[in-house]
């Protein structure tokens, strides 16, 4: 037998923007991703306040999952799926994150596809906020730079907490909520448009509104986590966290002295926040020496300490190494850094280490003692469809077993892993790049970047690999 415990979730993710479409169906609102034209590796997406005639938008109509996910759903459950983790659009329950009253449409599209889930079996994982913020609310008030986001995010909150009562167990308040702390997160994350912008991969950079922003996310999901076990004792709501772990290049003590500073910054500060409910000391230094001042009020201290999160999620793809001489900086890694000798990277330069994904569960779990879920993992990919119409991904089949195996050893460590949920189970657009190439799922979907394709749905080798995954429960690999 395997170690895999009993009730492990295996399952997949995906997030609303990325595959529902509909952009405007059912009485939602524009929402940030929406105003993001399509790019590539090589050219980043634009971000257009005005719509342009004539122009992609991938999330438009995406891989039309609104329409579709009863046919996705149905795949999923015959891959066995134990959980599905998808966001809800905030723009579907509130068009703008303002109205006084939710989007009936919205919330019965929700609850439609909740009961889908649970019609299998599947245990819904919910995020809340998956890069989705009501682009009125980046227009108006430059997203969570401004702390009227608190009460809306509340808002929007209690509405799910008290409509899927009995339906949903676990829930995330923010997807990856440490892109705040990377020049990347602006408007990704936080809604956060600075004049000057243009290009989604080059924002006009400010430190001190984005952790101020950061800031107003935590008191927001913390003052969430206390209202949603006063709704529901049984509700598990947990934090998400982009874990990129950095080694150092070398053992010259200014790299090792770098990667604990870049660790801490980039990976540890917002799980130290979420799970401990406090903010970690070695952050004074970093505010000090990057002009930062975070403005609290009275109470936000309190308010962190009692709304800790019950388990610790994170996505995993690549680790990334770290060094202090500037010349060695040579890494294509999404977070920065420096190129590691010993792995290889997808086609998108993400460096691919499986063990990496196992000295992390490790770290994670001997500095919280929670559950833990790897809700993010795969291999972005070029696919072909073959004559016969297969598509041989034996690729992907290799990194996902390469992990699992990992998790397996992390498992025999000791560590409490509970669930895993690779991303983009079903072929979706990409959030770095707003492609539909870059592919992750077992199944393909025939849309592609030039707007073309007919939405049809097709097994990938993986999909019956990760049926036998699932059904052995982690031993046939
Ligand atoms: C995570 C995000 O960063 O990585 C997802 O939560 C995203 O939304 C995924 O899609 C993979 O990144 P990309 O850029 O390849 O889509």
Redesign the pocket.
């Known amino acids: 037998m395997g170690n895999f415990p009993k009730g492990f979730l295996w399952g997949g ?1 995906t ?1 609303a ?2 595959c529902e479409g509909g952009y405007l169906e059912g009485g939602k609102g524009l929402s940030d991703p929406d105003i993001c034209t399509g790019g590539n590796h090589t050219t980043s997406k634009r971000i257009t306040p005005v719509l342009e005639e004539g122009t992609f938008y991938p999330s438009h109509e995406a891989i039309d999952h609104y329409h579709r996910y009863k046919e996705d759903i149905g795949l999923f459950a015959e891959m066995g799926f134990k959980t599905y983790r998808f966001s809800i659009n905030w723009t579907r329950i509130f068009p703008t994150g303002e109205e006084s009253e939710p989007n009936e449409e919205g919330l019965k599209f929700y609850e439609n596809l909740i009961d889908e889930c649970l019609k299998y079996n599947i245990e819904p994982l919910v995020t809340i906020s ?2 989705e913020l009501p682009y009125e609310l980046t227009r108006k008030y430059n997203g969570w730079t401004s702390r009227l986001l608190i009460d809306l995010y509340v808002k929007y909150c209690e509405v799910l907490f008290n409509r899927f009562k009995g339906k949903v167990k676990y829930w995330l308040t923010f ?2 909520i440490n ?1 705040g702390t990377m020049p990347l997160g602006n408007f990704l994350s936080l809604g956060i448009l600075n004049d000057g912008t243009k290009d989604f991969m080059n924002q006009v950079d400010v430190p001190q509104l984005r952790f101020q922003g950061l800031h107003h996310q935590f008191v927001a999901s913390a003052k969430v986590v206390k209202m949603g076990h006063e709704i529901d004792p049984n509700y598990q709501i947990g934090c ?1 966290i ?1 874990y990129s772990t950095s080694y150092p290049l070398t053992c010259n003590p200014d790299d090792v002295l770098l990667t604990q500073e870049r660790n801490r910054v980039m990976n540890h500060f917002c799980g130290d926040v979420q799970v401990r409910g406090e903010y970690p000391s070695y952050m004074n230094r970093y505010f000090e020496e990057n002009n930062i001042t975070i403005k609290k009020e009275a109470g936000d201290d309190e308010i962190l300490k009692d709304g800790c999160v019950d388990y610790y999620t994170f ?1 995993y ?1 690549m680790s990334t190494c770290q060094t202090a001489d500037p010349e060695k900086l040579t890494a294509g890694n ?1 977070t920065g850094g420096a190129a590691n000798p010993y792995l290889k990277a997808s086609d ?1 330069g ?1 460096q691919i280490d499986p063990k990496g994904l196992r000295y992390t569960l490790n770290e994670i779990y001997d500095r919280y003692r929670i559950p833990l879920m790897v809700v ?1 993992n ?1 291999l ?1 990919a070029y696919d072909k469809i073959e004559d016969d119409g297969s598509i041989n991904d034996d690729y992907r089949i290799d990194y996902l077993r390469e992990h699992i195996e990992q998790m397996g050893e992390a498992l025999k460590d000791g560590v409490d892993l509970i669930g895993y949920t690779p ?2 189970c079903i072929d ?6 707003g492609e539909m190439a ?1 592919r ?1 799922g077992f199944i393909y979907v025939e849309k592609y970047d030039d707007g073309s394709g007919d939405f049809a749905r097709r097994k990938k080798k993986s999909f019956d690999w990760y049926k036998e995954v699932i059904a052995s429960n982690g031993e046939k690999l």
Do not use: D, P
């Open positions: 993710a997030a923007n990325q998956h890069y997807n990856e892109c998400m982009a996505s793809y999404l998108w993400w993010e795969g972005g991303w983009g979706l657009v990409s959030a770095s790049t870059k992750y």
